[in-house]
């Protein structure tokens, strides 16, 4: 029985990371819990839990926290540690957080430990080295619709350390720019790279459904809407077949040029 409060709290963070051993054993006691216990589980991988707890729990969702509230958050931890971080850098750790508390606080953790707390040093460990060289070269590359060039900035920035979800993050960030500026003509890419960032989650690759995007994007001026000359459009399947044959010669590292094989095959 509890010795002091009415209720016990057992709170089990990563659940999703129980074994199928552990699980079933927590079930038996989820089927039948006793009257002062509540068990709360914690977890980013709901699919990864056994459907039989699933069926014995109630579910409540969780947004993930606004930048505001990762600064804020923040900024109480550098307060109580007296610690000087220029609000650049709070920004900073809060946009590579994704949303979440705990990430940001390893991530603060991590700049203290490097003595990285200035903006460009603690820029080089959170967003990768030469992140903004990477990010400009894509960008330029997508302005001139060069879907292989684009695809090896992709390949690139990925071996060299950069997360991908931040670089993409950021291209979709400085298109959202141009587009309150008045060119409403990029809405189509940032729909097209929003579309893959959903399908990235579960893909083996995650390039690659930003890889698709992109070449998309650029080729869709070169596809004729209608024609009235007989025979198939050897223009655009010159194009195609070039395409593919450049990014199939494109040397990378394991794994990638299998990626961009199933992608043009």
């Not at 947004?63 to 509230?69: D, F, R």
């Not at 920004?91 to 603060?108: E, W």
């Not at 090896?152 to 993409?168: N, P, R, T």
């Not at 596809?223 to 009235?228: A, D, E, L, V, Y």
Request: charged residues 25%; aromatic residues 4%; proline residues 4%.
């Amino acid at each position: 029985m509890p010795s002091v409060a009415p209720k016990k709290v057992y709170i089990i963070d990563e659940a999703h990371m129980l074994t199928t051993e552990a699980s079933n054993v927590l079930l038996k006691t989820l089927e039948e819990p006793p009257d002062h216990v509540v068990f709360i589980l914690a977890t980013t991988n709901r699919e990864k839990i056994i459907p039989t707890i699933l069926s014995r729990v109630v579910e409540v969702q969780f947004s993930l926290a606004s930048i505001e509230e990762l600064v804020g958050s923040l900024g109480r931890i550098v307060n109580g540690e007296k610690l000087k971080v220029a609000d650049e850098v709070l920004s900073l750790i809060a946009g590579a957080a994704h949303g979440s508390f705990r990430d940001a606080t390893k991530l603060l953790e991590q700049l203290v430990v490097s003595n990285a707390l200035e903006p460009d040093a603690a820029r080089e460990i959170l967003l990768g080295k030469n992140f903004e060289t990477y990010a400009t070269s894509l960008l330029a590359a997508i302005n001139e619709k060069n879907a292989t060039l684009a695809v090896e900035h992709i390949e690139q920035s990925m071996e060299a350390g950069v997360e991908l979800k931040d670089l993409m993050t950021d291209i979709v960030g400085k298109l959202m720019a141009r587009v309150r500026g008045g060119e409403r003509e990029v809405l189509g890419l940032v729909d097209l790279l929003m579309t893959a960032s959903v399908k990235a989650k579960d893909a083996l690759l995650e390039q690659v459904p930003y890889e698709i995007a992109i070449i998309k994007w650029c080729i869709e001026d070169a596809t004729p809407k209608t024609s009235i000359v007989a025979g198939p459009p050897m223009a655009e399947n010159d194009r195609w077949n070039g395409l593919r044959d450049k990014i199939k010669k494109t040397q990378i590292k394991s794994g990638v040029g299998l990626a961009k094989n199933i992608l043009l095959e």
